[in-house]
């Protein structure tokens, strides 16, 4: 395979478990996907679904207790889970990017933005520290931030949250990575600037031909922007499609009731007011999943056969994992 036609990251047959004080569990059940060089690819769940952990092991950044159990992680062909610890966190950061939800990585509140920026450039390039405040300032020109040869000495609580991610997307999007891993980027931002924030990550892909695997609850903001869809249910991929065929013709039950929660207040992500109603049930904590499909207990299609393990079902580059599909239909 040459060069442009490898994906970017390919993903095959991870497994994560997590230790808690009842036993071990699963949080990544056996998932594969690949993310094309410059695609853009959405992984979508309900909250608990094993996202997260998901981005983490690829990252190799989950927590102590938790554990990578099987799988290959091929990033631009070479398989991040042998690499040395030292090889990963330079590859962290700048060929592999991560912008997160705001919460959970913030920016540092004592330093300046443009600091912040610079010790990121520093640290994976031979650059001056006066080239790196200038292109700093291009940078926060880069992802929309208004006078920024001003803003770039301002410290983060002094910008809205919007213009922190934009931040965070400056210090990710620094190196020019090949794949940008975006874990529920605009979830703590309202509508107009989600749309502003996904924006963003196309015209960095258009620029610099970074890839993009956004991580979200919401199928909404899935619509707009991927051209590749994963669903994931209780930690394992349920479906896998182009987007305009997953929302045309879901194939799995699960989809299928997400997508009904989103075409009832509109797709384009505009004219939404209030948050999702949930699909009806919950989703079964990691401790307490059912055997056989765990979509079962809340599925309206649930039969007989879905006590057994469901097969992953593949026709026409799509893929779902359920048991009517293999079924003839009556
Ligand atoms: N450090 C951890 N230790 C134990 N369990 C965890 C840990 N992190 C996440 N989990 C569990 O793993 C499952 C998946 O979590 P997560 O990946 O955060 O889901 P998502 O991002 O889809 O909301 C959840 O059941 C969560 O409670
Ligand atoms: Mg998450």
């Avoid at 989950?62 to 992680?73: C, E, Y």
């Avoid at 940078?139 to 803003?151: D, E, F, K």
Wanted: with cysteine; charged share 20%; hydrophobic share 40%.
């Amino acid at each position: 395979m040459n060069e442009s036609s490898r994906p970017v990251l390919a993903i095959r047959g991870l497994s994560t478990e997590v230790q808690t004080r009842r036993g071990v569990f699963r949080a990544v059940d056996d998932v594969s996907f690949t993310v094309p060089a410059a695609g853009k690819v959405a992984l979508v769940g309900e909250s608990g679904s094993g996202k997260t952990m998901t981005a983490l092991s690829v990252l190799r950044l989950t927590d102590p207790g938790v554990r990578i159990v099987a799988g290959v992680v091929e990033f631009k062909g070479q398989d991040l889970l042998l690499l040395r610890e030292n090889q990963m966190r330079h590859l962290r950061g700048s060929e592999l990017a991560m912008v997160f939800q705001e919460p959970m990585t913030s920016l540092n509140p004592m330093l300046s933005v443009g600091y912040q920026i610079v010790e990121t450039l520093r640290a994976h390039q031979k650059i001056s520290r006066k080239q790196a405040k200038q292109r700093a300032v291009e940078l926060l020109h880069r992802v929309g931030i208004p006078s920024p040869s001003t803003r770039v000495d301002a410290y983060p609580h002094q910008l809205s949250g919007g213009m922190r991610q934009r931040v965070m997307i400056a210090i990710a999007m620094g190196c020019r990575p090949s794949l940008m891993i975006a874990d529920e980027p605009t979830t703590a931002l309202d509508v107009t600037i989600q749309g502003q924030i996904l924006d963003l990550f196309e015209q960095i892909r258009e620029q610099d031909g970074t890839a993009t695997w956004l991580i979200t609850h919401d199928l909404g903001v899935v619509a707009g922007f991927a051209e590749h869809v994963l669903v994931m249910y209780a930690g394992q991929i349920v479906e896998s499609s182009p987007v305009k065929e997953l929302f045309r013709s879901p194939l799995h039950p699960y989809t299928q009731a997400l997508i009904q929660c989103v075409s009832a207040v509109g797709v384009d992500g505009t004219t939404r007011h209030t948050r999702l109603p949930l699909v009806e049930g919950r989703i079964a904590d990691i401790e307490s999943r059912p055997s056989g499909c765990r979509f079962r207990p809340r599925c309206p299609r649930a039969h007989e056969a879905c006590l057994e393990d469901p097969p992953w079902v593949e026709k026409a580059g799509r893929g779902a994992r359920c048991v009517l599909l293999s079924e003839k239909e009556p």
